[in-house]
Structures are given as C-alpha cells and as structure tokens.
C-alpha cells in the first residue's frame, strides 16, 4: 500500500486564509468573468463597416522617396483633388498634402496643414453622404498629423441647405491613421466610426487601455455623438463582442474603464459595475490622482490634487464624458 502524503498544517492555513479573503469570481481571473457574464454577445453577428463612395487612402511611406501624383474624384457636381506641396529638409523632401474642393468647377474649399510635412504623408479624402439636409454630398478630408499612436485630423466640407454656401466643419482628432466614413447602420447615409479616446492613457498604458465605441454623425452642418442612438446597437454588440476576446487577466483597470462605457451604452451598466468592483487592481495608481477643480489653461491643477480609489476615479471620469453610471 502506497504510504499517505501528509501536508504540513501551516501551508494548509495559509491557503484557507487564501481563498476566504479571495474577491468573488477572482478564482477564474476577470477574462473568464467577462466571458462568463456577457455570454450572449459572443455570437453576435461581426459589423463590417463598408463605404463605395469614392475616395482617396493615399501615403504610408509607400513611394519609396518618389513624389505622387496628383489625384482627383467626383459625385456629380462635387470635385475633390489631392495635390502635394515640396519642401526640403535636411537634404529630404518632404511633403504637404493639400486638398482643393470644387463644386460645378467652382474652387469652395482648400485644406492643408503646413504642420503636416513627410516624406509621404498619408492622407485620405472622400465624397460621401453625411447630411441629407442638402443637396450636395459632403467632402471629408482627414490628415495624419504623427506622432505616438495618433492622429488624424479630420474635416468634413459641407454645403447649406439650399446648396449656396460651402463651410468647412471640424471633426476632430482621432487616435489612428486617416479617417474614413462609413455607413454603419446601411441607411444609406455616412457616420464616423471612431472609439472614445478619453479612455486611452486614462487608467493604464495605451496597449492596455480599452475604449467605447464612439460614432459621430453630421446634422445641419455640427458634428452630433449619435451613439446612442438605437440603430447602432448591433455594432456596439459587435464592439463589446471584440471587446470581450481581448479581457486581461493582469493589469485590468485600462480595461475595466472602456468595458463599464460599452456596457453603459448598450444599457447594462449596473451589471458591468458589479463585476468591476469584483475584479479591479487595487494595487493600482494610474490615473488615480486627480485635481478638485478642471484644469487650467496650462494643463496644471489650480486647486487641489487628492488620491481616489479606482471606482471613484472611473465614476468621475464617465460622468465628465456624459456616461450614465449606474450602481
């Protein structure tokens, strides 16, 4: 008979003592919890966001030191081109994209950035529907700015509603390349498919941070936040279904910020809240100091900077975004 193996009792202590403090659901670590509670949307069908209106993805460092070539489309009426100015630097050319918007032959708009100089900047350009409140398809240029993981800076050239005057909106800066419309609820009108950048850096690195789908529309010429808007429920299914795939077991709070924004979107913030305050790095610091006041002009604290806990950090942080937290 094989002899009984008999474990010291401090170790089996220690493991009891172990188990008893463990938060609930800990045991499986925080990506099983997820899988494990948002079930449902792992079979969601994936959203492939497509647009066949007519652009332009161009740069990239893909020339290989060539300049080029100009290019151009149409939608009816509306004309965009894309031509280059040079400059030299240190024996390098580097260039300039500039974008000339023209209606009935009529030059409405030119963009360019002179901030924007490299050897083959990418850029894209595209005719689109964005606002059906006037005659004349919107023009959407967006320029890569560089930089760590950012940016495009991106506009939309759009018409007033009887089609006579043309202005040019600002969207924003996006994490990312070049932005490009798309028709994400296929009603035959373009939106921005983006993701909240507010999130990123906010309680973790940029690897490890993730964000809320974000979608941004244009009406009479402003640029909205319709993501809440019920039409766009499916791709936020999708998102969190993409989301899930990507749960940490370490280093959780960057995640756990953007999970508890998608899941206030779809209407189950309660529930993420829960599973969050199961499953948050304690441990942690980042993004916990914080100032009493907004900052100032300077980007410095003009009052007071006190340490929060990760969830109060993270309810402050989603109420200044216009997130709903519900406990």
């Known amino acids: 008979m094989a002899a009984l193996r008999i474990l010291p009792v401090l170790p089996l202590l220690v493991?009891?003592?172990?188990?008893?403090?463990?938060?609930?659901?800990?045991?499986?670590?925080?990506?099983?919890?997820?899988?494990?509670?948002?079930?449902?949307?792992?079979?969601?069908?994936?959203?492939?966001?497509?647009?066949?209106?007519?652009?332009?993805?161009?740069?990239?460092?893909?020339?290989?030191?060539?300049?080029?070539?100009?290019?151009?489309?149409s939608q009816g009426a509306v004309k965009a081109a894309l031509s280059y100015r040079e400059t030299t630097s240190e024996g390098e050319t580097l260039l300039t994209p500039i974008v000339t918007i023209s209606v009935d032959g009529k030059e409405v708009a030119k963009l360019g950035d002179e901030d924007v100089a490299f050897p083959d900047p990418p850029v894209s350009v595209?005719?689109?529907?964005?606002?059906?409140?006037?005659?004349?398809?919107?023009?959407?240029?967006?320029?890569?700015?560089?930089?760590?993981?950012?940016?495009?800076?991106?506009?939309?050239?759009?018409?007033?509603?009887?089609?006579?005057?043309?202005?040019?909106?600002?969207?924003?800066q996006?994490?990312?390349?070049?932005?490009?419309?798309?028709?994400?609820?296929?009603?035959?009108?373009?939106?921005?498919?983006?993701?909240?950048?507010?999130?990123?850096?906010?309680?973790s690195c940029y690897a490890c941070s993730e964000a809320p789908l974000e979608i941004l529309a244009l009406e009479s010429g402003a640029v909205k936040d319709v993501s809440t808007e019920p039409s766009f429920k499916p791709a936020h299914e999708a998102w969190l279904k993409s989301m899930i795939g990507n749960a940490p077991d370490e280093d959780?709070?960057?995640?756990?910020?953007?999970?508890?924004?998608?899941?206030?979107?779809?209407?189950?913030?309660?529930?993420?809240?829960?599973?969050?305050?199961?499953?948050?790095?304690?441990?942690?610091?980042?993004?916990?100091?914080?100032?009493?006041?907004?900052?100032?002009?300077q980007g410095e604290c003009p009052g007071k900077l006190a340490v929060l806990t990760f969830p109060d950090a993270l309810q402050r942080m989603l109420k200044e975004n216009g997130y709903k937290v519900e406990k």
């Open 15 to 73: 493991l009891g003592l172990a188990l008893q403090h463990r938060p609930a659901g800990a045991a499986d670590g925080l990506a099983a919890a997820v899988k494990a509670a948002d079930a449902k949307y792992l079979t969601v069908p994936d959203i492939t966001a497509v647009s066949d209106a007519p652009k332009i993805e161009a740069g990239g460092w893909e020339n290989e030191g060539a300049v080029p070539e100009p290019r151009e489309i």
């Open 126 to 172: 595209q005719i689109a529907e964005l606002d059906p409140d006037n005659p004349h398809p919107e023009v959407v240029v967006s320029f890569y700015t560089g930089g760590a993981h950012c940016c495009s800076n991106t506009s939309v050239v759009t018409s007033s509603k009887d089609g006579t005057v043309w202005s040019t909106v600002d969207v924003g």
């Open 174 to 203: 996006f994490d990312g390349g070049p932005l490009i419309a798309v028709d994400l609820d296929a009603d035959g009108r373009h939106e921005f498919e983006t993701r909240d950048n507010a999130f990123l850096y906010a309680f």
């Open 252 to 297: 959780v709070n960057g995640f756990l910020a953007g999970y508890v924004g998608e899941k206030i979107l779809l209407g189950e913030g309660k529930e993420a809240w829960t599973l969050m305050l199961a499953h948050y790095d304690k441990a942690s610091d980042w993004g916990l100091e914080q100032c009493d006041q907004p900052m100032d002009d």
